[in-house]
């Protein structure tokens, strides 16, 4: 276990994919003081199950992911502007009391290598539904993530980008994050695909 910074927010951050944080709350601009000023500016994102990102008395999941600081800016009235990228996922063994922000001891919790071998044709397949969802998804005028140039070669990121692009709640987000492996993650994704592609369609064909 390790205490880390975290920043519970109303959206899931997964592996490989960039955070935009503009930071204006006092307990979190120290936070991001303090992750500049460490060897390792890292801070980990859970979802909020209940409650705000901004005063407090939030209720939050114990499943994230490590944020590393990739850029961080300064405003003259002391507000940031952070790009963040997700690296490993994390579990949290117990929050610790805010000081001022909120802080918890975590374990960094990888899925590479478990599981069954993940076939590429179910990758694909994935990977045709998730485009095709989010197509119709634009067409209704519904807001979709930018879909990647190429896929990765390795399962775990393939997975990760897969429910990145896909037209999902932030609900639904957190099932695929917390999935045990990739093989586990994306068949998840096919059947959440499978009724995501039913709703879709019935809105487009509606008069």
């Given at each position: 276990?390790?205490?880390l910074p975290m920043f519970p927010l109303s959206n899931v951050l997964l592996p490989g994919a960039l955070l935009?944080?503009?930071?204006?709350?006092?307990?979190?601009?120290?936070?991001?003081?303090?992750?500049?000023?460490?060897?390792?500016?890292?801070?980990?994102?859970?979802?909020?199950?209940?409650?705000?990102?901004?005063?407090?008395?939030?209720?939050?999941?114990?499943?994230?992911?490590?944020?590393?600081?990739?850029?961080?800016?300064?405003?003259?009235?002391?507000?940031?502007?952070?790009?963040?990228?997700?690296?490993?996922?994390?579990?949290?063994?117990?929050?610790?009391?805010?000081?001022?922000?909120?802080?918890?001891?975590?374990?960094?919790?990888?899925?590479?290598?478990?599981?069954?071998?993940?076939?590429?044709?179910?990758?694909?397949?994935?990977?045709?539904?998730?485009?095709?969802?989010?197509?119709?998804?634009?067409?209704?005028?519904?807001?979709?993530?930018?879909?990647?140039?190429?896929?990765?070669?390795?399962?775990?990121?393939?997975s990760y980008q897969l429910a990145e692009m896909a037209p999902l709640g932030p609900a639904d987000r957190y099932?695929?994050?917390?999935?045990?492996?990739?093989?586990?993650?994306?068949?998840?994704?096919?059947?959440?695909?499978?009724?995501?592609?039913?709703?879709?369609?019935?809105?487009?064909?509606?008069?």
């Open positions: 276990m390790a205490a935009t944080l503009h930071v204006f709350e006092p307990r979190y601009r120290a936070l991001v003081r303090d992750c500049v000023a460490a060897e390792q500016p890292e801070f980990g994102v859970v979802l909020i199950d209940r409650g705000r990102e901004v005063g407090g008395g939030d209720v939050r999941r114990n499943i994230g992911v490590v944020a590393r600081m990739l850029q961080v800016a300064e405003t003259p009235d002391g507000r940031f502007a952070v790009i963040a990228g997700g690296t490993d996922r994390l579990r949290v063994g117990e929050w610790l009391p805010d000081q001022p922000y909120p802080r918890a001891d975590i374990e960094r919790w990888s899925d590479e290598g478990l599981g069954p071998v993940v076939p590429r044709e179910l990758i694909e397949l994935v990977h045709q539904q998730v485009r095709r969802a989010a197509a119709m998804a634009t067409e209704l005028g519904d807001r979709v993530a930018e879909g990647v140039a190429a896929l990765a070669d390795e399962p775990m990121l393939a099932t695929l994050l917390a999935a045990e492996h990739p093989h586990a993650r994306l068949a998840l994704l096919a059947e959440m695909m499978q009724e995501v592609d039913a709703v879709l369609r019935f809105r487009l064909e509606r008069p």
